[in-house]
């Protein structure tokens, strides 16, 4: 079952006497005119959707971008890479769950796969630490970088995390500087990697495996330096106030695209990445693949100059 938002109280009602009426029809096959009845309101559930998802909030989106029922890094990877090894540790501490990273074919071509993996029950979330990675996880994702730029595969990063972990742990074992070799890892890599926002892009936290040549957003992630909650903590002191944070910060994939920060959108299903979760993964397949694609024939400088260029253009272009 779905879980609805509170945004979509329209669609859920109509979508409720739908069901009421297809236990209905159930016990009276022959029954024309509940079967009629089921299609008028489908028609009306397809038409209060596009309504509401025509002119979603930041704020509406960001809970778009959280929904929990919404396709995790894992289900991309299943669907996407062939043939995958996770590979576990940073070497150093331990093997930091919210980050999954290895080795697999993508259309048949050796890549490394970066992912923030959040989790989808209370279980594999406590596992995953909700995807919030720990130093460990970020080195990890250093030590795959080097692995792939060593043996000339591109690296695909699919990022979905609130933010870095902010724990006393993390701090103490060098947060901040695992971050920063992540990110430096990602802009030194002499193979293209592609990055794709697939929910939350929350701050240092994301921007770690989002050093890419080029950076893609689904339709309803969001993409941001603090979580709304936070910054409206900050500029406020009101979480409250998360709403007017949100529209401030111009968190969304539209808004990004018109500042130049990202490369493109993944046009998401009506309703969300969570109501065809295997359509949207196979848009941000195509995605990849054509972007791979384009920066195939570069040699090592050149996918290093572009990726420079991008990174340093950001803001020039703002007034």
Do not use: C
């Amino acid at each position: 079952m779905l879980t609805f938002l509170d945004f979509e109280k329209p669609v859920a009602d109509l979508e409720g006497q739908i069901k009421e009426l297809r236990l209905l029809e159930g016990n009276d096959a022959e029954n024309v005119s509940v079967a009629d009845e089921i299609a008028a309101l489908e028609g009306k559930a397809r038409d209060a959707l596009a309504g509401i998802y025509a002119k979603l909030t930041p704020w509406q989106k960001t809970q778009v971008a959280r929904h929990p029922d919404r396709p995790h890094a894992k289900h991309y990877i299943s669907r996407l890479v062939t043939d995958f090894e996770a590979l576990a540790g940073d070497r150093k501490f331990a093997d930091d769950k919210a980050v999954v990273a290895g080795l697999g074919r993508f259309q048949g071509e050796p890549v490394a796969v970066l992912a923030q993996e959040k989790g989808e029950d209370t279980q594999s979330r406590l596992k995953h630490n909700f995807g919030m990675s720990r130093p460990e996880g970020y080195r990890k994702a250093t030590r795959v970088m080097e692995l792939a730029d060593r043996f000339a595969m591109p690296v695909i990063s699919l990022v979905d995390t609130a933010g870095a972990y902010p724990g006393i742990d993390a701090e103490a074992r060098g947060q901040a500087e695992a971050i920063a070799r992540s990110t430096e890892a990602g802009l030194r890599l002499g193979t293209p990697n592609v990055a794709v926002i697939i929910g939350e892009g929350g701050s240092g936290g994301a921007i770690a495996l989002a050093t890419a040549n080029r950076v893609y957003m689904l339709e309803h992630a969001i993409y941001t330096v603090i979580s709304p909650e936070g910054a409206a903590s900050i500029l406020w002191h009101d979480s409250s106030r998360a709403q007017d944070a949100a529209t401030a910060m111009k968190i969304t994939a539209a808004d990004l695209m018109n500042l130049r920060i990202i490369d493109g959108i993944v046009e998401e299903p009506l309703g969300g990445a969570h109501r065809d979760p295997e359509k949207v993964i196979d848009r941000a397949g195509e995605v990849i693949a054509g972007a791979l694609k384009d920066l195939a024939g570069l040699n090592r400088g050149d996918i290093l100059s572009q990726r420079r260029e991008k990174f340093l253009a950001l803001g020039r272009s703002i007034q």
